[in-house]
């Protein structure tokens, strides 16, 4: 039981950690796997794969650095959020340990990939904010602390999945003050 909790934590924390930049999370759980440091499901362990660990790599690297070009860092945003929300699903169902496979789909869709997507709109609308308020020249800030965040809710989520809840859960806060802030009465 504990080790299903354990999972669950994981995952949420790596769904988070989707809703700041889609690969990177995918990245360190695949090195996470290979090194074996987390032992993902059966059907899943092809993520701690050479080829995996290439692609995800690159696929990290590209979409770190075409977050730093104006225009592009929009178009991203736009089509990162059904991105997030099936990668935040795939590492929610592939940590996920000692449950039915219903439950564990049906806990991935709500919990991972909804996390992964409510965060990545907030990041999204941070980024659109920053665009409209500083003619684009604070997303480069916008970016750093999104990756930023990414890789610390990557490696808290890998190594000490009880605190990934925890900063998860102060994120969802964070967001939910900000939108009350800026909604209209």
């Not at 665009?131 to 808290?156: D, H, P, Q, Y």
């Not at 967001?175 to 009350?180: A, S």
Request: hydrophobic share 55%.
């Amino acid at each position: 039981m504990t080790e299903t909790i354990i999972s669950i934590f994981l995952g949420v924390g790596l769904a988070a950690s989707v809703g700041f930049r889609v690969f990177l999370p995918l990245f360190a759980l695949s090195l996470a796997s290979y090194f074996n440091v987390w032992e993902l499901n059966e059907s899943w362990q092809w993520i701690g794969g050479i080829p995996a660990l290439i692609v995800f790599g690159v696929a990290t690297v590209i979409e770190i650095l075409a977050y730093y070009i104006p225009v592009v860092d929009n178009l991203l945003d736009a089509i990162a959020i059904p991105l997030a929300m099936v990668a935040g699903t795939a590492v929610m169902v592939s940590t996920v340990a000692e449950l039915s496979p219903v439950v564990t789909w049906a806990l991935a869709i709500i919990a991972g990939g909804g996390t992964a997507a409510t965060i990545k709109s907030a990041s999204g609308a941070t980024r659109l904010t920053s665009t409209v308020s500083t003619a684009g020249t604070g997303n480069g800030l916008v970016s750093t602390v999104e990756t930023g965040s990414s890789i610390v809710m990557s490696i808290v989520s890998i190594f000490l999945p009880i605190l990934a809840i925890v900063l998860v859960v102060v994120v969802f806060y964070t967001i939910f003050k900000l939108y009350k802030k800026i909604k209209p009465s």
